[in-house]
């Protein structure tokens, strides 16, 4: 590529850029107001796919923080006592002002993220779905009454906002992460904090922005953009006024932040890491699980919590899997997330790439086969190209460790026992896939294996209306469903008679 092309791509990549970028806020959302961090200090935002800065934005420090936790605790009483109709009605806007700005928001999310436009564009139903959902939830939390076994006395259990919430969300899916925690803390009466990952900040605020077009009062949610995640989150759970913590992230810090948060025993509800077994058995129907693999391994680039970490096949099928699986893999097509033939977008950082390139080569010195890719891609941006491994080693890093990336690990089994042991052989439980065309056998390791979600012959499970979340070293809590409402919520038990 000369010089001038390249002059001229860079010209009309800023071109684009500029134009999605410039009606997304930059600035902290704090008691309603856009403003800039304390001392004004700001940080850049890249595309991963060039590595070129895309915005600057608000680097909120400490005492941004306790500013926010102000507004929220302004706005506190107003929206516990707001009917939760009246909260239900602003929700339900915020759901369709998103689908009114959907493009918009997928092409943001891309820029910012990388992700390939399809998967931005699923992103963002799936992220504005969240809050339809808790309009709906909302206005069922009515309580209970009845009366004690013995006769004592009468049970009345009400259902109450637990106060303010501190949400802490990852890069990987920066709108539905984000509405995932703001809906239904909204929803229950909880004014609120969000701390997005540095990495994209853009999309929540222009989340934030959609809340504020669709009338909500000012403080109920703030938002705290920073490249000083640590010292500003623990300031917020040092802080008396803060009663919960919802975080989506790493199992490393979520360990960091369950520690920050005994000290004053704030009620935590934990997104962590996982390590997705797919478990594929002789009697599967290929094509239904090589195209649920995709779905399991690719959605998001691999990016994904729930992604198929390890594939474990049995012997009688395995070598057809391994072909169909490659065949699908390599057609693929990479490049920057907004092209239009984009599949697969770079991953986020360069530190990203170094991290699958070390497990990869990890595998391959105990002994796994590269089937289709296997390298970086030299050049600019964070690219890494669909990659299959076979006969990967149980023991291996990748079996251990949650790849982030775009590469399949597959290892045969022979027998069921052994494909639940396999399965259950890591710290995480999150989430399992398990294809076969007994349904007794499939729910039956189903309930064997120990994560919090499992894909019986679907690679995909994600849904705002089902309990989201994991076992073991996972997680803590749920999220989406009733049960995601109930975590901003607690139960007041009044004994009495009449
Ligand atoms: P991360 O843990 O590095 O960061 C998550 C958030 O925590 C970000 O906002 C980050 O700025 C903040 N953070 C980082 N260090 C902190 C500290 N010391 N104190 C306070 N906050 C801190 O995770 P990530 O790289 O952004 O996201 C990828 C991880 O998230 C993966 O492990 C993935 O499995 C997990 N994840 C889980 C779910 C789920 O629902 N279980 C969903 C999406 C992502």
């Known amino acids: 590529m000369g010089v001038s092309q390249t002059a001229r791509d860079i010209e009309s990549f800023c071109a684009d850029a500029a134009a999605i970028i410039a009606s997304a806020p930059v600035d902290l959302l704090v008691g309603g107001k856009w403003t800039g961090a304390t001392g004004g200090n700001r940080f850049d935002v890249a595309d991963p796919s060039n590595g070129l800065t895309i915005a600057s934005v608000a680097d909120g420090a400490v005492a941004d923080a306790i500013r926010a936790i102000d507004a929220a605790e302004a706005s506190a009483t107003m929206w516990r006592q707001t009917p939760s109709r009246r909260r239900s009605d602003m929700l339900m806007c915020c759901h369709q002002l998103m689908l009114d700005r959907a493009e918009w928001l997928a092409q943001l999310i891309s820029l910012e993220n990388g992700k390939a436009l399809p998967d931005a564009r699923a992103e963002v139903t799936y992220a504005a779905e969240f809050f339809r959902w808790y309009a709906e939830e909302g206005v069922r939390t009515l ?12 049970i009345l259990v009400q259902y109450q906002p637990i106060g303010i919430a501190v949400l802490v969300t990852p890069w990987n899916f920066p709108a539905a992460m984000a509405t995932r925690k703001i809906a239904p803390a909204l929803a229950a009466g909880c004014t609120c904090v969000l701390k997005p990952a540095a990495e994209t900040p853009l999309t929540a605020l222009a989340i934030g922005a959609i809340l ?80 649920g693999a995709m779905v399991a391994k690719m959605r998001n680039g691999g990016e994904a919590c729930t992604a198929a970490n390890r594939f474990y096949v049995q012997r009688g099928i395995y070598d057809a899997f391994v072909r169909r699986l490659t065949q699908e893999m390599s057609s693929l097509s990479v490049g920057p997330g907004l092209q239009a033939t984009t599949q697969l ?41 669909p990659t299959v491994l076979a006969d990967v ?14 590469v399949a690990a597959v290892t045969p089994f022979d027998t069921e026992d052994e494909a639940v042991r396999l399965a259950n052989d ?28 499992v894909g019986v012959n679907r690679g995909l499970v994600s849904d705002p209306a089902a ?22 919520l607690q139960p007041k038990y009044i004994a009495t008679n009449w």
Request: aromatic share 6%; hydrophobic share 40%.
């Open 143 to 154: 309580g209970d009454i009845g009366h004690a076994p013995g006769g004592a006395n009468r």
């Open 212 to 291: 504020v077009e669709a009338g909500l009062p000012e403080g109920a949610l703030n938002i705290v953009t920073t490249t000083a995640a640590g010292p500003v989150v623990s300031a917020m759970l040092h802080d008396n006024r803060v009663r919960k913590l919802s975080f989506t992230g790493s199992t490393a810090v979520g360990r960091i932040l369950l520690r920050e948060a005994a000290n004053r025993v704030i009620s935590c509800s934990m997104e962590l890491g996982g390590n997705a077994p797919f478990i594929v058995f002789d009697d599967a129907d290929l094509d239904d699980a090589v195209a």
């Open 345 to 385: 977008g770079p991953l986020i950082t360069a530190t990203a790439v170094e991290k699958v390139d070390r497990l990869l080569k990890d595998a391959v010195a105990r002994g796994a086969r590269i089937e289709t890719g296997g390298k970086p891609r030299p050049g600019e941006g964070f690219f890494y190209p």
């Open 393 to 406: 080693s149980p023991d291996s890093d990748i079996a251990k460790e949650e790849i982030f990336g775009p």
């Open 426 to 453: 890591t710290e995480y439980g999150l989430i399992s896939y398990v294809y076969s065309s007994d349904l007794r056998r499939a729910l039956r390791v189903a309930e064997r294996i120990e994560s919090g979600m």
């Open 467 to 488: 309990p989201f979340g994991g076992m073991k070293q996972s997680g803590l809590g749920r999220e989406g469903g009733h049960h995601g409402l109930l975590e901003y």
